[in-house]
């Protein structure tokens, strides 16, 4: 699916700059952005799911701890 980015004249001449670092199009490098952008927001879900279950379990112990 196609879609349209627009970004600053900034982050544009950053992007084709970091690209042509890496050796990769710009369309690469903000597909690999996506990605990680995605992937870092699964991580951050799950961590928080983690910690709100860890929390709920072991209300007692930590409640004690605070005392």
């Not at 544009?12 to 670092?21: F, I, P």
């Not at 951050?44 to 007692?60: F, K, L, M, N």
Request: proline share 0%.
């Amino acid at each position: 699916m196609a879609m349209t980015l627009r970004l600053t004249e900034e982050e544009l001449d950053a992007l084709r700059e970091r690209a042509a670092l890496d050796g990769i199009s710009m369309q690469e490098a903000a597909r690999r952005a996506v990605r990680e952008y995605i992937a870092n927001a699964d991580h951050r879900d799950r961590v928080a799911t983690a910690a709100e279950d860890i929390t709920q379990r072991h209300a007692v112990a930590l409640q004690r701890l605070g005392d």
